[in-house]
C-alpha cells in the first residue's frame, strides 16, 4: 500500500505561482513512477507531468511545458509541482498518483494509488 497526501492548493491571482507537495508514505519503492494529473468540473483527468521516483527523468503534458516543473526529494518522499505564469484554465484539483512501475505514464489508469487532491484556483 501507498500513501498520498497533497498539499499546496489554494486561491492564486492570474500570473502567479504555486508550489504543490505530494507526501508519500508506506510501500515506497525507487522503481516507482510519480504523476501529477488535475481534473476540471466537468472535464476529464489530465495528466500535467511525472517523474521517475529513483532517477531525474521527467515528462509534462503539453499544458505544462514552460510553465511548470516536477521535482522530488528522495530523503522526505516528496514530489513537487512549481507551477508558473497560471492561467485561469488552470484551475482545477490537482491529483498526485503512483505507477506501480518505472515507465512513463500518462493516462489516469496507468496508475495505481491517488492521493485525496488539492484545489488550484487561478483568478483573472
Known amino acids: 500500500q501507498v500513501q498520498l497526501v497533497e498539499s499546496g492548493g489554494k486561491l492564486v491571482q492570474a500570473g502567479g505561482s504555486l508550489r504543490l507537495s505530494c507526501v508519500a508514505s508506506?510501500?515506497?519503492?525507487?522503481?516507482?513512477?510519480m504523476g501529477w494529473f488535475r481534473q476540471a468540473p466537468g472535464k476529464e483527468r489530465e495528466f500535467v507531468a511525472g517523474?521517475?521516483?529513483?532517477?531525474?527523468?521527467?515528462y509534462y503534458g503539453d499544458s505544462a511545458k514552460g510553465r511548470f516543473t516536477i521535482s522530488r526529494d528522495n530523503a522526505k518522499n516528496v514530489v513537487y509541482l512549481q507551477m508558473n505564469s497560471l492561467k485561469p484554465e488552470d484551475t482545477a484539483v490537482y491529483y498526485c498518483?503512483?505507477?506501480?512501475?518505472?515507465?512513463?505514464?500518462?493516462?489516469?489508469?496507468?496508475?495505481?494509488?491517488w492521493g485525496q487532491g488539492t484545489q488550484v484556483t487561478v483568478s483573472s
Open positions: 498518483a503512483v505507477r506501480l512501475t518505472p515507465n512513463i505514464g500518462t493516462r489516469p489508469y496507468d496508475y495505481n494509488y
Open positions: 508506506g510501500r515506497i519503492s525507487s522503481t516507482y513512477y
Open positions: 517523474i521517475t521516483w529513483s532517477g531525474s527523468s521527467t
